[in-house]
C-alpha cells in the first residue's frame, strides 16, 4: 500500500511539474510575440495603404448603429455620422432599435423626422436578443454595399467613414477596423487605465498585425464589412457573443482580408466601474472563448487561403482570453510543488508572476503600453503604468470566472445571455462625474 502511495504520489508531482511547463512554455510564447509586435511597431515600415484616397467613385453605404436602451449616447452618434464628410445621397444612417424600453426609440424617430432622406430607422419588437441578431434582422432590409456598424457610444470624426471605405477599392479586402479612442479618460482611474490598455491593443497589436499581414480583427464597433463577402461567409450569426470576433474568422477562412486603419480614430465611453467593467470583459471573454473552440481545427486544417503566419497568430489570438484560468493553474501548480517539496521552484513562481504582469491583460501588453503612450506623443501617461498591474489583476479573475466552467467543458446546456454594458454620459455627452 505504501509503495502504490508513494507511486501515486509521484506520478502526481510529474503531472503537475508537466503542466507547470506547459503553462511556462505558452506565457513564453506570448511574451515573445508582444516583444515582436513592440519591436515591428517601433522599427519596421508601416503599413497604410488606404488613407490618401480621397476623391473616389465612393460605393453606397450604410451605416448601422445597434441600440438597446442607448438614450444618454444614439442622438450624438446619429448627430456625428449626419456631419460625415461623405457623399449624402450614397450614405443611409440606421438606427437599429432591438425593444428598448427607454427613450431611444423617441430619439431617433424625431431625428428621422428631421432627416427622412438620410436616417432610416430600423424597430425590433421581437426575435432573438443580441446584437448579432439585430444586425442579422436589419441587414436584410437596408441598401448599400458597404455596412459600417458603430456602438451606440461611438462618435465618428467627419472623416472616418471614407477612411473606413477605401480599403473597399482593394477587390480582396472584406472587412475594415479603425482606432478606438476612449473619450471619458479624465473621470477616474479605471478609465485612465483603459484608455493605456485601447492604445497598447490598437497602436501595437492591431497595427502589428497590419504591418505582418497577421490578422487584424475586424471590430463591430468601429468597422465596416462588404456585403458580398458577408454573405460568402454566411451572414451575421446570432450564436455568438462576440460577433466581430467570429465574422473575422470566417472572412479569414473564406479568404477575404481585413484592413486596420490605425489613424481612422473612433471615440468611445468606457466603463467607469470595475464592476461595469468586469461584466462587460466577462463577456468578451465567454464569446472569445466560444470562437476559440468553434475556429482553432478549422483554422490548423485550411492550408489553402491561409498563410502560416497567419495561421499561427490566428491560433495565438483565439488563445488570448484562455490564458487567464491558465496562468493561474501554472501559479497553483508552482506553489504547489514548492511546498510538496519536489524541487526549489522559487524562480519559477517569480518568472511566472512577472511574465503574467508583462503580457496578459485586455489584448495589451505591460511594454506594448509603454510603446503606445510614446508613439501618441502623451508621455505623462507613462506614470500610471504601475497601477496597469491591479487592472490586469481584475481582468485576469474577471476573465476565469466567466470562461474556467466552459474551457474545461465548452457544450453546456446554459445559454448565451448578453449584459448591455451601462452608459454613463449625460446630456452634453460628458461622464455622470459620479
Not at 58 to 64: Q, R
Not at 87 to 93: F, L, T
Not at 133 to 138: H, I, P, Q, S, W
Amino acid at each position: 500500500m505504501a509503495m502504490v502511495l508513494h507511486f501515486l504520489a509521484r506520478f502526481a508531482i510529474l503531472l503537475m511539474t508537466v503542466g507547470l511547463a506547459a503553462v511556462v512554455v505558452l506565457v513564453c510564447v506570448y511574451t515573445v510575440r508582444h516583444y515582436w509586435f513592440t519591436v515591428n511597431r517601433l522599427f519596421a515600415s508601416q503599413r497604410h495603404p488606404y488613407l490618401d484616397v480621397q476623391t473616389a467613385d465612393w460605393p453606397t453605404v450604410a451605416v448601422l448603429i445597434p441600440a438597446h436602451n442607448e438614450e444618454a449616447v444614439i442622438a450624438h452618434a446619429i448627430e456625428a455620422l449626419l456631419e460625415a464628410d461623405y457623399p449624402h445621397d450614397r450614405m443611409v444612417i440606421v438606427p437599429v432599435d432591438d425593444r428598448s424600453t427607454d427613450r431611444t426609440r423617441e430619439l431617433v424617430a424625431e431625428l428621422a423626422a428631421r432627416h427622412p432622406e438620410r436616417i432610416r430607422p430600423f424597430y425590433r419588437d421581437s426575435g432573438k436578443a443580441g446584437k448579432a441578431a439585430a444586425l442579422k434582422d436589419a441587414t436584410g432590409q437596408v441598401p448599400g454595399e458597404i455596412l459600417l456598424v458603430f456602438d451606440a457610444d461611438y462618435i465618428p470624426g467627419t472623416g472616418l467613414v471614407k477612411q473606413l471605405v477605401a480599403p473597399f477599392f482593394d477587390p480582396e479586402v472584406g472587412a475594415t477596423m479603425g482606432r478606438v479612442v476612449p473619450v471619458n479618460v479624465g473621470i477616474n482611474l479605471l478609465t485612465r487605465l483603459l484608455d493605456l490598455e485601447r492604445a497598447g491593443g490598437y497602436q501595437v497589436d492591431q497595427q502589428a498585425r497590419m504591418n505582418m499581414q497577421l490578422v487584424p480583427q475586424f471590430g463591430g464597433t468601429v468597422g465596416g464589412v462588404r456585403r458580398r463577402a458577408l454573405e460568402s461567409v454566411g451572414g451575421w450569426r446570432d450564436d455568438t457573443l462576440t460577433e466581430d470576433t467570429e465574422l473575422t474568422y470566417r472572412l479569414l477562412l473564406g479568404g477575404w482580408q481585413t484592413v486596420y486603419q490605425n489613424r481612422s480614430e473612433c471615440y468611445e465611453e468606457v466603463p467607469e466601474l470595475w464592476r461595469v467593467r468586469q461584466r462587460q470583459i466577462q463577456r468578451w471573454a465567454r464569446g472569445h472563448n466560444g470562437v476559440m473552440w468553434r475556429y482553432a481545427v478549422p483554422l490548423l486544417r485550411n492550408r489553402g487561403r491561409v498563410t502560416r503566419a497567419q495561421q499561427l497568430d490566428g491560433l495565438l489570438l483565439l488563445g488570448v482570453f484562455a490564458m487567464a484560468p491558465l496562468l493561474i493553474l501554472g501559479w497553483a501548480l508552482a506553489l504547489g510543488l514548492l511546498y510538496a517539496g519536489a524541487s526549489p521552484l522559487h524562480g519559477v513562481v517569480a518568472i511566472l508572476a512577472l511574465a503574467g504582469y508583462s503580457t496578459l491583460g485586455n489584448y495589451a501588453a505591460f511594454f506594448q503600453v509603454a510603446t503606445a503612450a510614446r508613439l501618441d506623443g502623451t508621455h505623462g501617461r507613462i506614470r500610471l503604468l504601475p497601477f496597469l498591474s491591479f487592472g490586469f489583476l481584475v481582468s485576469l479573475l474577471s476573465v476565469s470566472r466567466a470562461i474556467l466552467p466552459r474551457t474545461l467543458w465548452p457544450f453546456g446546456r446554459r445559454g448565451l445571455v448578453w449584459h448591455k454594458t451601462q452608459r454613463f454620459r449625460n446630456g452634453n455627452g460628458n461622464g455622470n462625474g459620479h
